[in-house]
C-alpha cells in the first residue's frame, strides 16, 4: 500500500487493543507488545509518551506489571519525560502485588516527587489519591504523609475521595483515632461526607470496637438526610455481633426487613445467622432461613454461605432432622458445594447423635462430590465404625488413609488403634502405634499410650507392654494409673518372664511411680513388696549355696 502508518496509528491501535481486551469476548496477549515496538521501528517511527503510555497502560490492564516497568525504564533511557497519566497508572498497577514492588515503588516515588517540584502547575488529586492508596497497600504511612504535605504545599484540594481513602486506611490499619481526626477534618473543611465516607469511619470504629461511636455515626447520618446503604447496615449488624449484643442485631434486622428503606442483601442475611450462632440464639435460625426463601422472590438468594452458617447452627443445637433436610434439598438443587469442613461437622453430629446410617449417607455423598477425606473425616469415619463393631473398616480406612501423601495424625491413628485391640488383631496395633511413633513423637499424649499399654497387657504382650512404658517415659508421658496397676499384676502372675527380670521391671516401675508421686492400689503394692523381697531372699540363698545338690539346706 502507498499509505503508510504514522505514530498515531500506533498510538490508536493500542489504545484499540485495551478496548478489545475489556469490552469482548477476544482477550490480548502480553506477546503482542514487543511485536507492537518492531512494527514501529520497520517504518522508522518514534514512540513518543502518548505510545508509552498506552503500552503501560494495556501492560497493566493485562496483569503484566513487570512488561509495564520495563516500559517506564524505556522512557526514561530514551529521555521522554513520563507525565501525570504515565506515573497514575503506573501507581495503581504497583499497588495490586506490594510484596514484591516495594523497591520499584520506592524509586517511582522519588521520581514523582522530582516531578511534583518541576510542574506545580500541572498537578492534579488523581495522582495524590493514587499514591496515597498505594502507599497504604505497601503499609508505609512515612509516604501517606509526605504525599498530603505535597497537596497542601501545592493547593491540592482534599475531595471525598481523598478523605474516604484516608479514613478507609487508617481504619483498616488499626489507627482509628487518626480516621476520626481526618473525618472530624473532613467536616471542619465543609466537605461533605458521602455514604461511602461515612461506611468507612462506621467499618474502622467497628474494627476498633468502639460500637456505640459507629451507632452514633448512623445516627448522624439519618440526621443528615444521607441514606446508609446495605453495607453499612451489615457492618453495624457485625459489630453487634461482635460485641455479644444480640438485642441490637435483632432490632437492626427487624427494622431493615420490616421498613424496607434499604433492600437487605444475602450478605446481610448471612450476617444475621451468624449473629444467632455466636449469641447462641438458634431457635430463630429457622425463622430468618424462611425469610430469605421469601426474598427468593425478590432475587435474593441463599448461597453457599448462608446453608454452611445455618448447618452449623443447627448442628450445634442438635436440630439433625433439619439438618439432613437442609442437606439433601442443597444436594439436590445445586450438586453441592459443600467443604469437607462442613461435611465433617455433620457426620461428628450425627456420630455424636449415634445417627450412623446418616452419617454414612453424607459420607457417600461426599465421596461422589470428589471431596477427599481429611484426618478429621477417616478419625470420624473410625469412630462411627468402632462405635457400631465394624473394626475391619476402620482398619481397611487405616490403609486406605496410608496410601495417600497425606501423612496420619494421632486422632485418627488413636481410634485405629481401638479397632484392632478391640478386634484382638494386636500385631496391627503394634504396626499402627510404632508407625506413628516414628511420623509424630512429639505429638503422642497420654491417651495414645494408654491405648497401646493397656491393649498389650489384655493381649499378654507383656514385653511390649514393657517397652511401650519405657518410650512414654522417654516421651516425658504418664500414664493412668489404672494402666501401671494393671501392668505390674500381670507382671506378676507372668509365668513366661524370669523371676529375676521380673523382679528389676518390678522394680523399675515403682522407682519410677515414686519419681512422679503416683500410688499402686495398697494391696497391689503389698504384694509387690513382698514379691520384691522372696526374690530378694531367694537370689541371696542362691549365692549361699542353698540349692545346690550337696548342700546340708536343700
Known amino acids: 500500500s502507498e499509505v503508510s502508518p504514522d505514530i498515531i496509528t500506533f498510538n490508536t491501535y493500542i489504545k484499540g487493543l485495551v478496548m478489545v481486551h475489556n469490552k469482548c469476548a477476544k482477550k490480548v496477549s502480553l506477546e503482542c507488545i514487543p511485536k507492537v515496538f518492531e512494527e514501529i521501528e520497520r517504518f522508522k517511527l518514534k514512540a513518543n509518551d502518548i505510545t508509552y503510555n498506552t503500552v503501560i497502560d494495556l501492560c497493566i490492564t493485562l496483569g503484566g506489571i513487570k512488561e509495564a516497568w520495563n516500559c517506564f525504564l524505556s522512557m526514561h533511557s530514551k529521555g521522554i519525560e513520563p507525565d501525570l497519566f504515565t506515573y497514575s497508572i503506573l501507581v495503581k498497577g504497583l499497588k495490586e502485588q506490594p510484596h514484591i514492588y516495594?523497591?520499584?515503588?520506592?524509586?517511582?516515588?522519588?521520581?514523582?516527587?522530582?516531578?511534583?517540584?518541576?510542574?506545580?502547575?500541572?498537578?492534579?488529586?488523581?495522582?495524590?489519591?493514587?499514591?496515597?492508596?498505594?502507599?497504604?497497600?505497601?503499609?508505609?504511612?512515612?509516604?501517606?504523609?509526605?504525599?498530603?504535605?505535597?497537596?497542601?504545599?501545592?493547593?491540592?484540594?482534599?475531595?471525598?475521595?481523598?478523605?474516604?481513602?484516608?479514613?478507609?486506611?487508617?481504619?483498616?490499619?488499626?489507627?482509628?483515632?487518626?480516621?476520626?481526626?481526618?473525618?472530624?477534618?473532613?467536616?471542619?473543611?465543609?466537605?461533605?461526607?458521602?455514604?461511602?465516607?461515612?461506611?468507612?469511619?462506621?467499618?474502622?470504629c467497628v474494627r476498633a470496637q468502639m460500637y456505640d461511636k459507629a451507632t452514633e455515626l448512623l445516627r448522624q447520618m439519618n440526621a443528615e438526610k444521607i441514606p446508609a446503604n446495605i453495607v453499612i447496615y451489615t457492618t453495624l449488624l457485625k459489630g453487634y455481633t461482635k460485641q455479644k449484643d444480640f438485642n441490637k442485631a435483632w432490632e437492626l434486622y427487624e427494622k431493615i426487613v420490616k421498613e424496607r428503606e434499604v433492600a437487605p442483601n444475602i450478605i446481610f442475611y448471612n450476617a444475621i445467622l451468624e449473629a444467632m450462632n455466636q449469641c447462641h440464639k438458634p431457635n430463630l435460625l429457622l425463622v430468618v432461613y424462611n425469610q430469605i426463601l421469601v426474598e427468593d422472590q425478590r432475587e435474593v438468594k441463599p448461597d453457599i454461605i448462608t446453608y454452611s452458617t445455618l448447618i452449623k447452627g443447627l448442628c450445634k443445637t442438635h436440630q439433625l432432622d433439619a439438618v439432613m433436610r437442609l442437606y439433601s434439598e442443597v444436594y439436590r438443587e445445586t450438586s453441592a458445594a459443600f467443604d469437607e469442613v462442613l461435611h465433617n461437622l455433620i457426620?461428628?453430629?450425627?456420630?455424636?447423635?449415634?445417627?450412623?446410617?446418616?452419617?454414612?449417607?453424607?459420607?457417600?455423598?461426599?465421596?461422589?462430590?470428589?471431596?477427599?477425606?481429611?484426618?478429621?473425616?477417616?478419625?470420624?469415619?473410625?469412630?462411627l465404625y468402632t462405635k457400631t463393631g465394624q473394626y475391619q473398616k476402620a482398619i481397611d480406612l487405616y490403609d486406605e488413609a496410608q496410601r495417600t501423601p497425606r501423612k496420619t495424625g494421632v486422632i485418627f491413628s488413636t481410634s485405629v488403634l481401638q479397632s484392632c485391640i478391640k478386634s484382638r488383631q494386636i500385631k496391627k496395633a503394634i504396626e499402627v502405634f510404632e508407625s506413628l511413633r516414628k511420623s509424630s513423637r512429639s505429638e503422642?499424649?497420654?491417651?495414645?499410650?494408654?491405648?497401646?499399654?493397656?491393649?498389650?497387657?489384655?493381649?499378654?504382650?507383656?514385653?511390649?507392654?514393657?517397652?511401650?512404658?519405657?518410650?512414654?517415659?522417654?516421651?516425658?508421658?504418664?500414664?493412668?494409673?489404672?494402666?501401671?496397676?494393671?501392668?505390674?499384676?500381670?507382671?506378676?502372675?507372668?509365668?513366661?518372664?524370669?523371676?529375676?527380670?521380673?523382679?528389676?521391671?518390678?522394680?523399675?516401675?515403682?522407682?519410677?511411680?515414686?519419681?512422679?508421686?503416683?500410688?499402686?492400689?495398697?494391696?497391689?503394692?503389698?504384694?509387690?513388696?513382698?514379691?520384691?523381697?522372696?526374690?530378694?531372699?531367694?537370689e541371696n540363698k542362691m549365692k549361699a549355696g542353698y540349692y545346690n545338690s550337696g548342700s546340708p539346706y536343700k
Open 102 to 204: 516495594q523497591e520499584n515503588f520506592d524509586f517511582l516515588y522519588q521520581s514523582i516527587e522530582t516531578y511534583i517540584k518541576k510542574n506545580t502547575d500541572r498537578l492534579d488529586e488523581i495522582l495524590f489519591n493514587s499514591l496515597i492508596d498505594t502507599a497504604v497497600a505497601y503499609k508505609d504511612f512515612d509516604k501517606v504523609n509526605k504525599t498530603l504535605e505535597h497537596m497542601r504545599a501545592n493547593g491540592i484540594q482534599f475531595s471525598n475521595i481523598t478523605y474516604g481513602i484516608l479514613v478507609k486506611a487508617f481504619g483498616q490499619n488499626g489507627m482509628i483515632e487518626s480516621a476520626l481526626v481526618i473525618f472530624e477534618q473532613m467536616r471542619k473543611h465543609n466537605v461533605q461526607p458521602n455514604e461511602i465516607t461515612y461506611g468507612c469511619i462506621i467499618d474502622a
Open 347 to 383: 457426620m461428628h453430629s450425627l456420630v455424636a447423635a449415634e445417627r450412623y446410617a446418616d452419617c454414612e449417607y453424607i459420607y457417600e455423598r461426599m465421596q461422589e462430590q470428589g471431596i477427599s477425606p481429611s484426618e478429621v473425616t477417616y478419625s470420624i469415619l473410625t469412630k
Open 444 to 538: 503422642l499424649d497420654q491417651v495414645v499410650y494408654n491405648t497401646i499399654v493397656s491393649g498389650c497387657i489384655y493381649a499378654g504382650q507383656l514385653q511390649h507392654a514393657l517397652l511401650y512404658v519405657q518410650w512414654a517415659v522417654e516421651d516425658r508421658v504418664t500414664l493412668a494409673p489404672n494402666i501401671y496397676n494393671s501392668l505390674v499384676k500381670n507382671l506378676l502372675s507372668s509365668r513366661t518372664i524370669e523371676v529375676k527380670e521380673k523382679k528389676d521391671r518390678v522394680k523399675g516401675v515403682l522407682e519410677y511411680l515414686k519419681s512422679v508421686n503416683i500410688k499402686l492400689d495398697e494391696e497391689l503394692y503389698g504384694r509387690t513388696k513382698r514379691f520384691i523381697y522372696n526374690s530378694c531372699n531367694r
